[in-house]
């Protein structure tokens, strides 16, 4: 089967790569862009460790063709910090160990990046169901849903 | 003399014993002695088995010195996750 | 080994600073199984049986090889199967038999042959060229059933010494421990309650998949970069399983996406190496979701008869229990450690216990947090929650009244050393949840649980640079911040802060053996070799400074980072930094670094007591845990911040066992939910806080007390959620797990 030319932007950068029209956005991202920090998990849209967003809205990319993708705007784990600075949730899940192995937080962080911007002040219950695609088998979710709400605290204080 | 305590799924291969006495220093010389007693351990011991002194659970080593007078237990090898 | 140098005052052990791996896993810069890549590589994929039990009658891979992007296609064939030393029999030759199908494929999901192509998707396609003739045998997938005398036969043979005459040939191992007479104590209860339990296969479900990038050459030398709990184990076994010497493949083990048991052995790791052998190029394999389900180790699941006997105040006059486990088609279901852990929380002067490990054409199980621990526990305490609610007793009192203690005769036979299982349940009883009031349609489960620890052939390096910083080099692969907790103790010898220390995974070439991060044993094991490799370290530096000083080094001591005199006699010398010693340490008589090699032996046993408050919808059969406690002895807890999470996540799977996980086998066999949807793990909206309560009985065997805490908290779990769920419903329940379709039947034949 013949491949497919994407041309799409990634964290801001204007990105180019073949594939095959089976090919999904995670693969296209972790094999073809050298950006591992989307991890599958399921392939299935269960487990959401591959989170990112596709013109703002939150996507599991490996539910996602990377054809789809084609002039689109993709954020990934990856961009979340400002170079050397990084975004406050990031901070906070560092300093709160709301992660132990780390596999899920690249997706949850991109997930919850996204709720904080659509609802800056979420109740528990709110964080926790938004966040109920984004599996996590290591902390039982108690310390990732306290860094989610204090930031959200901290970025209202802020602004 | 050490008095081993083997578990009473053991007490088939010793005929009937729930206690066997040996001499020994060390866990090593404990196990050696054991089959020598009672030749039909050596397929538990070989199975994997851990030694308890005192209460302290020695999982695997055969150079732990077994004081004096002290609780020796033969435990299956311990395995964790 | 360790009782000579207790400590009880601390300056850094027990402080919250954030993790060294925190910023890399952030930011998705840390490096995972499946994020290693290697110019030429290859995909790897892998054909499995989708007969639960089969005669593989022929194997004909010819059309995939001829195919333009495959590179090399294996069978069984290409593995060591003529011994070689240490040799192919016992655990290596199950686990060969267990990555790539004999004459029988034994399990839905067994690996029959693999392909290596030029991405992965043609590896994938190519699967569809091997073709496979099976001869369908019976099969058996339940653990009562493959006891039957009537259950097809897994294999031949496979039971050891243990066994009594007369059991089916599928019963491969059998334990029987206890002390007392039962019957008698029987006699003497007011009230005997027998019942029995079943549970459930469950997965342990790290969210990463098994992934591995091989490289092996036919010079027998080769590289592996895999996602493990153990890389030693992985380096051994896969030079078994392909007939190359240990030393010649290096191991290195990636960044770990979850293991708790599961990444304790290898699956497809063997097969990239095979592969890789055959291609001549590097071979990466990443498994599915799907074939982690069907093709890694799930539990045991298991079949549990239990009685208890008890006095109307509350006092076990005896107990019982016959504990059956299935553990797949090979020996190795821990149905030895369930009975040894079964009634090991309680005092008992009649006790009798008995394990059956059980084949059947399910997944080889592999460990699972506690191995065997949790199901035993649901059985066990159901009972004790049943006899308290028939007798009208507190169920913490009843626990307290027959609680073990240092100097009590364990279930399992020896007498304990100092353990905290009374601490907890004070702890429990203290505790405001304990106290705190129902509301209607709410129930409140108690349960104790116990797990043994374990410390493992361990090595540490610890080097020391010229501007005083150090670098300490461990085995055991973290799987939940350990290097953290590696650096805390290192920084308490040292006397250097914490963020001087850069922690690092060593691969299998560059440290001497260790054994697998498993049985809770890294904070205790590798953590007692950082504090002794530190104070190895600590006796040079004290060497430099009697040197400079021209002092015996008897005449200094080490204290808060810096050599001094030991007392005025010593001479009167100014402190030497530890940076002012390792400044010019190339001239004063080289590098200085600690080591430590060994086995500790002290792993200390550990105890929880969990409280769970859970609510049960009467129409839907839908259960809600409202309020969660876990209380734990942790010995020492180094760093308190992942203690708790430890604490967290083992109550978290346990809710999980408890309320919706299994694994669904059909007629035929087949796994039937093999994909997260179905196969529901707990998810944020599922869970309350959980609260964490840390107790403190330091262990004897480890210099800072410190006992493992990673697997107890997933033993109190099952039975206290169901004791909740039980009070809750009015109903008791027996059968894990308490899914709601179980729930409503239970509440319908209850009337």
């Known amino acids: 089967m013949s491949k497919l030319h994407v041309s799409t932007t990634v964290n801001g950068d204007t990105v180019e790569y073949l594939c095959d029209p089976r090919e999904t956005l995670l693969d296209c991202l972790r094999d073809k862009l050298n950006l591992t920090g989307a991890k599958e998990g399921c392939g299935t849209g269960d487990c959401g460790a591959c989170s990112v967003t596709v013109d703002g809205r939150l996507v599991c990319s490996c539910l996602m063709l990377g054809v789809e993708a084609d002039g689109k705007a993709i954020e990934t784990v990856e961009g979340i910090a400002d170079g050397d600075v990084l975004h406050p949730l990031q901070k906070k899940f560092i300093e709160h160990a709301a992660l132990q192995c780390g596999i899920c937080t690249p997706g949850i962080l991109v997930a919850a990046k996204s709720l904080l911007e659509k609802n800056p002040n979420p109740t528990e219950e709110e964080t926790r169901y938004w966040l109920a695609g984004n599996l996590c088998r290591c902390t039982g979710y108690d310390k990732i849903i306290r860094a989610v709400m204090e930031t959200a605290e901290e970025l209202r204080e802020a602004s | 003399m050490v008095e081993v305590h083997l578990w009473s799924g053991l007490r088939s291969l010793t005929g009937g014993l729930a206690v066997v006495e040996v001499e020994a220093k060390t866990t090593g010389e404990l196990l050696r002695a054991l089959v020598r007693a009672h030749p039909q351990l050596q397929a538990p011991i070989d199975a994997g088995v851990s030694i308890a002194i005192d209460g302290r659970v020695i999982a695997t080593g055969l150079t732990e010195p077994i004081p004096e007078g002290s609780e020796v237990y033969l435990m299956q090898r311990l395995r964790g996750g | ?751």
């Open chain 3, 1 to 751: 080994m360790a009782l000579d140098d207790r400590k009880s005052v601390f300056t850094f052990v027990g402080t919250r600073p954030d993790r060294p791996d925190g910023l890399d896993k952030v930011t998705g810069r840390a490096k995972f199984g499946a994020d290693a890549y290697a110019p030429g590589m290859l995909h790897g994929a892998v054909l499995r049986s989708p007969h639960a039990h089969a005669r593989i009658v022929k194997i004909d891979t010819s059309k995939a090889e001829a195919h333009k992007d495959v590179k090399a296609v294996i069978t069984r064939a290409d593995f060591a199967d003529v011994p070689f030393r240490p040799g192919l029999e016992g655990e290596f030759w199950n686990v060969l038999e267990n990555v790539m199908a004999g004459e029988k494929a034994l399990y839905d999901g067994h690996a029959v042959a693999a392909v290596a192509a030029t991405s992965a998707l043609a590896a994938r396609d190519a699967l569809k060229l091997i073709e496979v003739e099976y001869e369908v045998l019976p099969h058996v997938t339940d653990v009562d059933k493959a006891m039957a005398s009537d259950a097809p036969v897994i294999r031949e043979g496979a039971a050891d010494y243990s066994v009594p005459e007369g059991l089916h040939p599928n019963v491969v191992r059998y334990h029987e421990s206890g002390h007392g007479d039962v019957e008698a104590g029987f006699a003497e209860a007011d009230l005997v309650i027998e019942d029995s339990f079943v549970t459930e296969a469950t997965h342990q479900g790290y969210i990463e998949p098994h992934a591995c990038l091989g490289m092996l050459g036919n010079d027998g030398k080769g590289e592996l970069w895999c996602t493990t709990q153990g890389h030693w184990i992985a380096q051994k076994t896969c030079a078994a399983l392909l007939g190359i010497e240990t030393s010649q493949l290096r191991v290195t083990a990636s960044e770990i996406g979850g293991g708790f048991g599961g990444k304790t052995t290898v699956f497809i790791e063997p097969v990239a190496l095979a592969l890789s052998r055959k291609a001549n190029r590097p071979v990466k394999i990443v498994m599915t979701r799907s074939e982690v389900f069907r093709a890694t180790g799930p539990t045991a699941s298991a079949s549990m008869d239990v009685k208890i006997g008890m006095k109307k105040d509350g006092t076990i006059s005896a107990a019982q229990g016959v504990f059956r486990l299935q553990g797949g088609a090979f020996p190795g279901a821990p149905g030895d450690m369930t009975a040894m852990c079964a009634f090991a929380p309680y005092n008992l002067t009649n006790v009798k216990q008995i394990g059956y490990d059980v084949m059947s054409n399910r997944p080889k199980q592999a460990a699972y947090r506690a191995p065997g621990a949790p199901m035993g526990a649901f059985a066990v305490e159901s009972v004790i929650d049943e006899l308290c609610n028939k007798l009208g007793l507190d169920p913490v009192d009843v626990r307290l009244k027959n609680a073990a203690h240092e100097g009590t005769k364990a279930s399992y036979g020896p007498t304990y050393e100092r353990i905290g299982l009374v601490e907890t349940l004070e702890a429990a009883k203290a505790h405001p949840h304990y106290s705190a009031p129902l509301k209607p349609g709410q129930g409140r489960g108690i349960s104790c649980g116990f797990w043994f620890n374990h410390g493992g052939e361990t090595s540490v390096s610890l080097a020391l640079s010229e501007d005083g910083s150090a670098q300490l080099m461990v085995g055991t692969p973290d799987i939940g911040g350990s290097r953290a907790s590696m650096a805390l103790m290192a920084a308490e010898v040292l006397g250097i802060p914490y963020e001087n220390i850069r922690v690092t995974i060593a691969d299998t070439a560059t440290l001497g053996y260790n054994d697998v991060s498993h049985g809770s044993r890294v904070t205790y094991a590798s953590g007692l070799a950082t504090i002794k490799a530190a104070k190895h370290a600590v006796e040079k530096l004290c060497e430099r400074a009697a040197a400079k000083w021209g002092i015996p080094v008897e005449a200094v001591k080490w204290e808060d980072g810096c050599a001094v005199p030991s007392g005025p006699n010593a001479g009167d010398f100014d402190p030497l930094a530890l940076s002012d010693i390792t400044a010019d340490m190339g001239r004063t008589g080289g590098p200085i670094s600690g080591h430590f090699e060994a086995t500790p032996e002290g792993a200390g046993v550990s105890f929880g007591t969990h409280i769970v408050d859970a609510e049960v919808d009467p129409e839907t059969g839908k259960t809600s845990v409202t309020r969660y406690t876990v209380i734990q002895d942790a010995g020492k807890a180094i760093h308190p911040t992942y203690v708790e999470g430890q604490f967290q996540g083992g109550a978290a799977q346990g809710i999980g066992w408890a309320l919706n996980e299994e694994y669904i086998y059909g007629e035929d066999g087949r796994l039937q939910n093999s994909i997260f949807l179905d196969y529901r793990i707990p998810v944020a909206s599922d869970l309350p806080m959980i609260d964490t309560v840390i107790v403190e009985v330091p262990n004897p065997g480890h210099p800072f007390g410190v006992r493992g805490v990673g697997e107890t908290g997933i033993v109190p779990p099952l039975a206290a959620i169901a004791n909740a769920v039980s009070n809750a419903a009015g109903v008791r329940m027996k059968q894990l797990p308490m899914s709601p379709p179980r729930i409503l039947a239970a509440l319908k034949s209850n009337g």
